[in-house]
């Protein structure tokens, strides 16, 4: 991996580079990769990645088309066990409103992994 040219995500908040989630079996562990570049969101590391300017850990749903279609390639799986969550927060009320419940069913049911 150290070879590589890595595209990591920042933390908006703190700025700080999230590790990539690697696992194998029992054996866990941070490792600490190159930084060709970063962003703190995940559509500019799936731009850079397409270009070919560095391989990056990004969620399923996000690159769902661009897998489907070749423009990119998953590797790594047998080292990735678990990916990031995706919350939905909103304000505590005694109901939810229609349009949150359809908005949170959607995103459940699209961001499920395939």
Request: glycine residues 6%; proline residues 9%.
């Amino acid at each position: 991996m150290a070879q590589h040219q890595c595209l990591h995500q920042r933390s908006p908040s703190s700025g700080r580079i999230r590790p990539w989630p690697f696992a194998r079996g029992e054996r866990q562990g941070k490792i600490v990769l190159p930084e060709r570049m970063s962003a703190t969101a995940v559509d500019p590391l799936i731009a850079l990645a397409i270009e070919g300017l560095g391989i990056a850990c990004l969620p399923p749903f996000a690159i769902r088309d661009e897998i489907a279609d070749g423009r990119l390639v998953s590797i790594l799986d047998e080292w990735v066990e678990e990916a990031d969550q995706f919350n939905v927060l909103w304000p505590a009320s005694r109901q939810i409103t229609p349009k949150l419940r359809a908005f949170v069913d959607f995103m459940s049911e699209h961001l499920q992994p395939q």
